[in-house]
């Protein structure tokens, strides 16, 4: 059975998208079968695998507010082993259509669970804020990879998530772990980089994964191609640490 990882953190710009594109790449790379499931109206995971999220008739909106099936919308091999659950805009406005519906916050997960044999990984790239469709894809999911920028305010959003991930544990998905942490952007160069990892290692008692992802011009680039870091440059130093975090989480699953 699929394991189900959603990938958050309610603070922009920490490399969460790029996480999700890339790990869910780099699974599949490794001959894994993986769902990406982009939750975010932006749909940047959705154009990051090469998709004109614009075009999209039948997307991850129509499925959760019953416009169509989940074979509808489900996009196949976008690269080997790697289908994709897309998102564009309309996403933005399910927030609204959903406040009257039962059990708003399980719609992802009733979806998700009629395919969930069909893979070992679905990675879900939730929306940069704590919201309904965050919730929804905490419900859904197995456990939680936050994605932290090696920056200033690094904890303050960690503990916001966190506090998240305990309150969605409690009232609606008592299986809900945390998968741990990920350092994104972090740049060798500087003091503070290595005092965040330092202070948020002292400050908590999770897992925090050994693969810490650099600052890296090539993994900047590769979404605006439209392709992973492992099909724009499947050689540079992005690409070969987002394989070791791979590796990383696949071992984890085996040790669960």
Request: glycine content about 6%; overall charge negative.
């Amino acid at each position: 059975m699929g394991r189900v990882i959603a990938i958050a953190n309610q603070k922009g710009g920490v490399g969460k998208t790029t996480t999700a594109i890339n790990l869910s790449a780099t699974l599949a790379e490794a001959g894994e079968r993986v769902l990406a499931v982009d939750f975010d109206p932006q749909g940047n995971e959705t154009s990051g695998l090469g998709l004109e999220k614009e075009d999209l008739e039948k997307t991850v909106y129509e499925l959760i507010v019953g416009e169509c099936d989940i074979n509808d919308c489900l996009i196949k091999n976008v690269q080997s082993n790697l289908d994709l659950l897309p998102s564009n805009v309309n996403l933005a406005g399910a927030e609204i259509e959903l406040l009257e519906i039962e059990n708003k916050e399980k719609l992802l997960r009733h979806y998700l669970d009629k395919i969930k044999n069909d893979y070992d990984f679905i990675i879900i790239d939730c929306p940069p804020s704590l919201s309904l469709l965050t919730i929804n894809a905490l419900t859904a999911s197995d456990t939680v990879l936050v994605p932290i920028q090696c920056e200033y305010y690094a904890l303050e959003g960690l503990n916001q998530v966190m506090q998240t991930v305990k309150l969605v544990k409690k009232k609606l998905n008592p299986g809900l772990e945390m998968e741990g942490v990920v350092f994104t952007m972090y740049d060798s160069r500087t003091n503070l980089s290595q005092q965040v990892v330092e202070s948020v290692k002292s400050a908590l008692n999770e897992n925090i994964y050994n693969t810490i992802i650099p600052r890296n011009v090539r993994l900047a680039e590769a979404p605006s191609y439209g392709m992973p870091i492992t099909v724009y440059d499947s050689k540079s130093a992005g690409a070969e640490k987002y394989r070791m975090l791979a590796a990383e989480v696949i071992r984890r699953g085996e040790d669960l």
